[in-house]
């Protein structure tokens, strides 16, 4: 493994301890100011829904609700 792909893992696992570490400390003060746990999950999985969404827009499920058998 090349030392310029190790160093691209380490930053993004760097990057991944901040952002975890943040969102503990974030959901402690969101709560303290009235949101309840489940606006705060609800929030935190539609902000990744959209940045996943942004990384990987392909369409994974394009026959949905289309059956192949004729």
């Not at 940045?51 to 990987?56: G, L, P």
Request: hydrophobic content about 45%.
């Amino acid at each position: 493994m090349g030392t310029g792909k190790l160093f691209w893992y380490h930053c993004m696992a760097i990057l991944t301890v901040a952002i975890w570490g943040t969102t503990f400390v974030s959901t402690k003060i969101l709560i303290a100011h009235g949101l309840t746990p489940v606006e705060i999950l609800f929030y935190r999985f539609t902000i990744a829904y959209i940045c996943i969404w942004f990384i990987s827009p392909k369409n994974y499920f394009p026959g949905i609700g289309r059956t192949s058998c004729g």
